[in-house]
């Protein structure tokens, strides 16, 4: 199984306020997926990032895939309370099967 | 459209007695997954399913854990005998095809063992 270390763990900030997550591995994916997870609700698919160095926006979320594809970033600009909930990062472990991060549990404040 | 459809969201349920978690995948997907949520841990990859066949259980523990997908209904995990340690978030997944491009989850079923 490969490893998903994704940092901070925790993460709690000011609304307005810019953030960045990490999810790193030693490992090569060929595809990884982020998702956000409301408490007592199951994760909710954001972004699929495929191609090394390959960059994705949803609004104000910017994804970005590493170069050798092993790490992935994401990026809130001006974050609101909406954004408020735990981020998971998954790759693509046996073809079908995801391996995922434990997350980051992120807290927006007003 | 509908979509992952579980239930029951939450069970209880005493040690040594039967845990049955349903899960009807979204309109036209036939692939299932099923996934487990430990406190302080990861989703954990448990059993992939198609329609009358199991593709992959290597995550299920080896003994009281089972699944099916039939041909007609829902997806069913069975636990046999709970113990404390099953007390879990269960979340079940469906996809239009084998490749995880996109993943779609149901709300999950929150099992507490007493």
């Known amino acids: 199984t490969q490893l998903l270390e994704q940092s901070p763990q925790f993460l709690s900030i000011q609304e307005g306020e810019n953030l960045t997550v990490y999810c790193n591995s030693s490992s090569v994916f060929s595809s990884l997926q982020w998702y956000r997870q409301e408490p007592g609700e199951g994760p909710v698919l954001l972004v699929t990032?495929?191609?090394?160095?390959e960059v994705k926006k949803l609004k104000r979320l910017t994804f970005q895939f590493g170069d050798a594809r092993k790490d992935s970033s994401l990026h809130i600009t001006a974050a609101q309370p909406g954004d408020t909930g735990l981020y998971l990062c998954a790759g693509e472990d046996s073809g079908y099967a995801l391996n995922f991060g434990k997350g980051t549990s992120l807290l927006v404040t007003p | 459209n509908a979509g992952v459809m579980q239930n029951p969201r939450h069970l209880v349920r005493r040690r040594g007695q039967e845990a049955r978690l349903r899960c009807s995948p979204m309109?036209?997907?036939?692939?299932v997954y099923w996934y487990r949520q430990l406190p302080e841990e990861g989703l954990k990859f448990m059993v992939y399913l198609q329609k009358e066949n199991i593709i992959d259980e290597s995550g299920m523990p080896k003994e009281r854990f089972s699944a099916e997908f039939p041909k007609e209904g829902p997806s069913i995990l069975r636990i046999q005998q709970v113990v404390r340690g099953d007390s879990a978030a269960y979340f079940c997944a469906s996809s239009p095809e084998g490749a995880p491009y996109g993943y779609t989850f149901g709300s999950g079923t929150r099992l507490t063992v007493v």
């Open positions: 990032v495929v191609t090394g160095g």
């Open positions: 309109k036209g997907h036939s692939h």
